[in-house]
């Protein structure tokens, strides 16, 4: 099969919304080029925002603030249960307390680079002037940043950076951080600018006069569907790595809110750009659903290292020191174990392939704090790391203070997402996305620390900057459950459930998900061929014309059943997965964390292609045959050139 066979080729899309001229001054000249709205006329205006973790919280939040009239919507049972409460490293901000030479334009660069060159300009830079003020809203807001012995905020190194610039409450920031912004949220409840809808789920996208104006949604308790009307949604719905049912994300983690927004016409780009984090606990068994995240920050004192023997099952402490293989640290000698996810991922893939892997199946390698304990003392490194110690105590039932952990790469973010111009807008007029929900300022790699940066960057700082520019031509005219484009968008969510109840087969939705992970971790994961990549599309194309046929999905639709909710979110994961691997067979180069074995340099590290790939892939949404959208990518200020962290 040709490449037209599974995709054809659409007009460029561009991004009209950053400013030229200088790159220092762009987020500044189009804040002040952005259309107002008055206060009085902010209470006029109504606003959704999907999802409550880092991006949506901090959103709702700010535009509850400003003014409008907020409607929040999450499924869990509380918007302390966002995903982001699991992040546990950082946050990056060029605050150069440390006085090591950190600076705007340097996390600019390093940002830049990280993501292989596949990120756009004006938004990286304005990730990094706004780093600046997050950390002091978050201060602000008594966020319990650790702190040196003189009181100023510490501190630590996260990979792809030879400065210290993340700032980190042990090794809880992400819960630190979203318990300040669910704060700042729960204040605008109180005061009426906000609205709460915990246990509901997004379902379908309505769109009337072709502006984004409202949601279906689902609730989870009492099964009852509703449609809900604004001037504008805002999805902040998260990432969609669980399309590899083993990841680092939790269960509930989907793709289903930006799926519906896709089938509907908005952009969605980069979708096989996935981040392998290197460190997490590695696969135990066929038992397991999800995976454990060992945050980065281990990387500052841990030692990366393998037995230089292949099949060598000593422990670790039975191992000499001249017979191990510190292999970051001799690949690698001027990052050393600080080397990028990307790189550090690949690397213990390589020495694992090898034979040289430690644990079941030889599925791991070491991470040792053998001599970060010897240096600072026990006390010390249980003061930085006690509770991601405890918690890797508790699930492998091993002693890290004395024995090294076991880490392996595994599926943690997504890149990709929904395609956003400059002020955060999707290709559907009033459809803004936050987040890892959209395609982001990432490239094909991101780099540690930088996912609440960019959550707390959109929700606080941009989007309640641009969104004004469009809601000043509202309110727009009032709708109700009679008009047509509503009516149609509800039936679409009830006979979809209906259609999912009806199978009534003899295989649970779970086992059609892990099949489906399967494939896409052995031929869209850390490594990508031709052939397996036409080979997963086939095999997918197969489960999913099965999972229609046999999936049983249990109990009826009016009620808690969440199974019927696993039934949907597994039915758009393997649309997702057809497209994942439709982009990734595409895009004929290595680039970040996306190797491809036919596209690598003499010494087998990734080898990217700029004169044909150096563009954003923004896919439309069409069936079988999906179009591609190219938006070129310029770099005027970090040139394109080979990545090296030797």
Known sequence: MTMTDYYTLGDPVADTKAPDGPIETRWERRRFGAKLVNPANKRKLTVIVVGTGLAGGSAAATLG????????????????????IAAQGGINAAKNYRNDGDSVHRLFYDTVKGGDFRSRESNVHRLAQISVQIIDQCVAQGVPFAREYGGLLDTRSFGGAQVSRTFYARGQTGQQLLLGAYQALERQIAAGTVTMHDRHEMLELIIVDGRARGIVVRDLVTGEISTEFADAVVLASGGYGNVFFLSTNAKGCNVTASWRAH??????????????????????????????????????DGRVWVPKAKGDNRVPADIPEDERDYYLERIYPAFGNLVPRDIASRAAKNVCDEGRGVGPGGLGVYLDFAAAIGRLGRDAVEAKYGNLFEMYERITGEDPYSTPMRIYPAVHY????????????????????????????????????????????DGYFVLPNTIGDYLAAGPFPKLDGENAEVAE??????????????????????????????????????????????????????????????????????????????????????????????????????????????SQTEEGEADRDDERFSYVAAWEFGGDLPVLHKEDLTFDYVHPSQRSYK
């Open 65 to 84: 603030e400003l003014g409008y009239q907020v409607k929040s919507y999450c499924y869990q049972d509380s918007p302390r249960r966002a995903h982001s």
């Open 263 to 300: 089938r509907k016409g908005a952009l969605f780009a980069n979708p096989c750009y996935t981040q392998i984090h290197p460190t997490c606990i590695p696969v135990s068994g066929d038992h397991q659903s999800k995976l454990t995240l060992m945050s980065e920050s281990l990387r500052n």
């Open 414 to 457: 997504t890149m990709g997402g929904l395609w956003v111009d400059y002020d955060l807008q999707s290709t559907i007029p009033g459809l803004f996305v936050i987040g890892e929900a959209n395609f982001s300022d990432h490239g094909a790699n991101r780099l540690g620390a930088s996912a609440l940066m960019q959550g707390l960057a």
């Open 489 to 598: 968008a509800r039936k679409l969510v009830e006979d979809r459930i209906e259609k999912l109840l009806s199978i009534n087969g003899d295989r649970t939705v779970d086992s059609f998900h892990r099949e489906l992970g399967r494939i896409m971790w052995e031929y869209c994961g850390m490594e990508r061929t031709d052939a397996g990549l036409r080979k997963a599309i086939t095999e997918i194309r197969e489960l999913k014309a099965e999972f229609w046929q046999r999936a049983k999905v249990p109990g009826d639709g009016e009620g808690l059943n969440q199974s019927l909710e696993r039934a949907g979110r597994v039915a758009d994961f393997f649309e997702l997965a057809e497209l994942m691997c439709i982009d990734a067979l595409h895009r004929e180069e290595s680039c970040g964390g996306h190797f491809r074995a036919e």
